[in-house]
């Protein structure tokens, strides 16, 4: 498939601040595009686009405030003229058993996720559909698998790529391609802040290979610019996993069987486990959510 040439697109990162968004807005500038970086922190955004290379902006917003998003959409307009690329990236996650998961832990993991992707998508179309440009949204291994201790991640990792899927076939009569990018475990915040939880570590651990293992990030972020690039319809962070399409039918039943052998066997360990978000992104999302409380 042809590649588009990134010198002077305009690319819009949402959870931009650190992890996969941080390094994206790297490599993208460094190809020549200018970046939009949109996150909840503002000092890491304004950190990350000091040291780009292209002609840079940052906007703290929600990515769950549709009036919010609208607003930076219009700024982003105003700022770059136009928006060619936008890869919703912006990701929360939690774990540990559902019964006793904190429930506003859980329904944020679903807002961000699922309904703050829905929300970018929403603010950004009609820019994208003048520029004829390209959404590409980050999905997850766990949209491809269920997993036990991760209910709200697979559920919204799992409906976010349903959605876009669906929105393909919407908007693609209009010149907006729509990709979805699927990543393994990959050597983020997020990553290192659910393997702090011994069990989560030990359950990871135990999976089989390939999916056992802690992916450096580079190579995973280098695979999702070749699939901006491409305009890619699916982009896979790791190798493997493109295979896993192949077999996903299969999946819940031997997970269902293999899981719970697996659940009976940490089920004394599982009193006590954190419930909250996970992560450096998951206290900036619970402590920018406080503020805005008071």
Request: proline residues 4%; aromatic residues 6%; glycine residues 10%.
């Amino acid at each position: 498939m042809s590649r588009v040439g990134l010198e002077g697109q305009v690319a819009v990162v949402t959870g931009a601040a650190r992890g996969v968004g941080e390094l994206l807005a790297r490599k993208l500038s460094a190809r020549g595009a200018k970046v939009a970086l949109v996150g909840l922190e503002e000092e890491a955004l304004k950190e990350v686009s000091g040291r780009l290379h292209t002609d840079s902006a940052y906007w703290y917003a929600d990515v769950t405030d549709h009036e919010a998003m609208s607003r930076v959409a219009r700024e982003v307009k105003e700022r770059f003229g136009k928006a060619d690329i936008v890869v919703a990236n912006a990701g929360v996650a939690n774990g540990g058993p559902f019964a006793e998961s904190d429930p506003e832990a859980w329904r944020r993991v679903i807002e961000v996720n699922l309904i703050g992707s829905a929300v970018t998508a929403r603010a950004f179309l009609p820019v994208l559909t003048e520029s004829r440009g390209y959404l590409l949204q980050v999905a997850s291994l766990a949209a491809i698998t269920p997993a036990p201790m991760m209910t709200a991640y697979c559920a919204s990792k799992a409906g976010v790529e349903a959605y876009a899927h669906s929105l393909r076939a919407e908007v693609g009569h209009q010149g907006v391609r729509v990709g979805v990018a699927y990543l393994s475990w990959t050597d983020t915040d997020m990553v290192r802040g659910a393997d702090q939880d011994e069990v989560m570590r030990e359950l990871r651990q135990r999976l089989p290979w390939p999916s056992n293992k802690t992916y450096p990030l580079g190579p995973a972020v280098d695979r999702i610019v070749a699939g901006i690039e491409r305009r890619s319809a699916h982009v896979y962070g790791q190798w493997w996993l493109r295979g896993m399409q192949g077999v996903r039918g299969y999946l819940p039943a031997l997970i269902g069987t293999v899981g719970q052998r697996e659940m009976k066997r940490f089920a004394p360990r599982l009193q006590g486990m954190r419930t909250g978000l996970v992560g450096a992104g998951g206290a900036a999302d619970e402590e920018a959510r406080a503020t805005h409380r008071h």
